[in-house]
């Protein structure tokens, strides 16, 4: 099988593709679509046998390194219960710990 140095021109991203980075990494169409023309502009020299596994592996990597924009999910303050403001603080707490070493 012959590599392809350059992402495929009718490669689009497909209904099954946006709802698995969707779904997957909780992120909005819009994100969808600016992570795909960054991947598109990074692996334009690369060399792949199959650009799907690579756009999949370029979301997950985004998702590792943190450079995905996630949707925020706002809750009134009304609606915070005290195992919410629990769960916060525990996570607060590891990350100072953390920072910390």
Not at 47 to 60: I, L, P, Q, T, V
């Amino acid at each position: 099988m012959k590599r392809s140095y350059t992402a495929p021109d009718d490669f689009e991203i497909t209904p099954e593709r946006l709802k698995w980075a969707m779904e997957t990494f909780n992120i909005s169409q819009s994100e969808v679509e600016r992570q795909t023309e960054m991947w598109h502009e990074h692996e334009y020299q690369r060399a792949y046998f199959d650009w799907s596994r690579a756009w999949k592996r370029w979301f997950r990597c985004a998702d590792k390194f943190g450079t995905l924009k996630r949707e925020r999910k706002y809750t009134k303050p009304e609606q915070i219960t005290p195992e919410m403001r629990a769960d916060d603080q525990r996570k607060f707490d590891e990350q100072i710990k953390r920072f910390r070493g």
